[in-house]
């Protein structure tokens, strides 16, 4: 392994005869100046990070309305325009014909809806926290209701993560060239990327990781009263971003303890306090939470259910191929998991304790405390990726510190081979960013449950005067009915005795979309014929008979 120089921003000791000797400065370090500057870095490392810096920035705009706009969605839309989904049961799914139109309605914000409305929205089961619903609300009310300006919300947000990450870094290492890498990693990463373009908390919610963190280091290095008090408004927006930020909270108060050798000291004490007032604001929505639990229960059933420990494991190997490559290598997933483990070992045997200890705490209760409820009683949070945002900005933020001390000078054979990995690893992001933003469909928009809908779609648009019956799910029936033409006509109802057959059959041809059995079963007795015309075999695991046609008795 190469020798480090000095300082981590120093080229290696072996380059020191081929380079002008480093000279301290006399000015206290400054993480701006050293920013724009990246002091000891060679010209190609600069003009490259820069360049893929604006390659990301490039792809979280482009071609946001390309994409599906899938469930999860169309949820943020419902709740932060007002509406609940037994508001639009209610009123649409009453068995009728209705109009696409008429359906498209609950994702446009309507003069009679207020804030109120959006926070009853929000507090009807409480399982999201309100801060990106309630921003989503002043963005819509702003710039209008669309696909696109919902998505650029978030990807407005993801661009603050270039910042707070760098800041973050700086006050782990001191080290403009760790930042700027994290920055490479993260702007075309696999991860981030796709979520930057998704109408949903997540690049909010990295966004407060990031800069709870940075203000918290700030804290502990040059503690005033002010520092502590930014620190702990940074918690309450968090925990009012997403309910999972209490695990980077708990991270950061285990690090605190830690770092004091669990002493009860000014600083442990100026943490608690300034934690226990940010967890004491974030009260009124756990209250509502709990009020509302089986509510909860019914909205997060999906994450329940017991799994081997076989297919755990597997799809924790996957994970890191997926954020790292973007691609599934099979049996070879665990190469990505080697690096990953080794990025953490070398940083904390060579990074500052106060740093690698910051990281590896960070890591560890983000992911376990989610995998251990997993293992223990069952389910699957551990396996939503979009749940470990912390854990794998941790180790992204690793590898920049292995990559900016290993892979930036390439005098010997090890230095080189971690210079390949790092370009390798950067390349397969840019490559993932290209097909990514040609694509209908990624995998973070759950490609079983709506590859489906451009493909379904056409054929219903094709023909001249259809109706659509369908007794599926209501949030998946409205991110569907995005992709129909206006003149489409629906019979929408979850009681398939309520639908009034007489009136579709003024339409032909009649389609039935996501049928129950129960549905297919009254149709047939009342001597209506079924013909299959799309199976989804998306899933091998789980075929979906997604769209039948419905023949006159």
């Not at 990246?38 to 810096?53: C, E, H, K, T, Y």
């Not at 005098?411 to 080189?416: A, E, L």
């Not at 033409?485 to 629906?490: A, R």
Request: with cysteine; glycine share 4%.
């Amino acid at each position: 392994m190469a020798v480090m120089g000095d300082r981590l921003g120093d080229p290696p000791n072996n380059q020191q005869n081929n380079q002008p000797k480093y000279q301290p400065p006399e000015h206290k370090p400054n993480v701006w100046r050293e920013c724009w500057t990246m002091q000891s870095s060679p010209n190609w490392f600069r003009i490259a990070v820069i360049g893929v810096l604006i390659l990301g920035i490039f792809f979280r705009f482009y071609n946001l309305d390309k994409k599906v706009y899938w469930i999860d969605e169309v949820n943020s839309s419902l709740r932060s325009l007002g509406y609940t989904r037994t508001e639009m049961v209610e009123e649409t799914f009453t068995g009728s014909v209705i109009t696409v139109e008429t359906l498209r309605q609950y994702q446009q914000l309507s003069p009679e809806k207020t804030w109120g409305d959006t926070m009853n929205a929000l507090m009807g089961t409480a399982e999201h926290a309100p801060l990106y619903f309630m921003l989503s609300r002043l963005w819509i009310g702003w710039v209008g209701h669309s696909v696109a300006t919902m998505r650029c919300l978030a990807a407005i947000f993801s661009v603050f993560v270039f910042p707070c990450l760098y800041w973050l870094c700086w006050e782990l290492f001191q080290s403009a060239r760790v930042g700027w890498l994290a920055i490479a990693l993260v702007s075309i990463s696999p991860l981030h990327l796709p979520y930057a373009q998704e109408a949903r908390p997540y690049s909010l919610w990295t966004v407060m990781i990031l800069l709870s963190s940075a203000l918290l280091l700030r804290a502990l290095r040059q503690p005033t009263r002010k520092r502590w008090a930014v620190y702990g408004v940074s918690v309450a927006l968090g925990l009012y971003t997403q309910l999972l930020f209490g695990l980077v909270a708990i991270a950061h108060g285990l690090y605190v303890f830690v770092m004091e050798k669990w002493r009860f000291t000014r600083t442990t004490l100026a943490y608690l306090l300034t934690a226990s007032l940010a967890f004491l604001s974030f009260i009124p929505w756990v209250t509502l939470f709990f009020i509302n639990i089986e509510k909860v229960k019914q909205s997060t059933a999906s994450l329940t259910g017991g799994y081997s420990l076989d297919y755990m494991l597997n799809r924790w190997f996957l994970s890191f191929s997926q954020v790292l490559l973007n691609r599934e290598l099979g049996g070879a997933n665990f190469i990505m998991v080697l690096l990953a483990v080794f990025a953490l070992v070398y940083l904390y045997r060579h990074a500052p304790r106060r740093s690698s200890l910051f990281i590896l705490i960070l890591v560890a209760v983000s992911f376990w405390g989610l995998a251990l409820p997993d293992l223990i009683w069952g389910g699957r949070r551990s396996l939503r990726i979009r749940y470990l945002f912390p854990y794998f900005t941790g180790i992204q933020i690793a590898l920049a510190y292995l990559f900016a001390t290993q892979a930036v000078w390439t005098k010997n054979w090890k230095q080189k081979a971690w210079w390949m990995v790092m370009v390798f690893i950067v390349f397969n992001g840019i490559a993932a960013a290209i097909v990514s933003s040609q694509s209908v469909v990624w995998w973070n928009k759950s490609v079983p449950r709506s590859s489906y809908y451009p493909i379904v779609s056409e054929m219903i648009n094709r023909t001249d005067n259809p109706i659509v019956l369908s007794d599926g799910s209501p949030t998946d029936t409205l991110a569907f009915s995005n992709w129909l033409d206006p003149d489409v006509k629906l019979m929408l109802s979850l009681e398939p005795k309520k639908f009034k057959f007489k009136q579709a059959e003024a339409y032909d041809p009649i389609f039935l979309l996501n049928p129950e059995e129960l549905t297919k079963k009254i149709l047939r007795r009342r001597g209506y014929e079924l013909t299959l015309i799309y199976e989804d075999r998306t899933d091998p695991e789980d075929i979906e008979q997604r769209l039948w046609l419905v023949k006159k008795p």
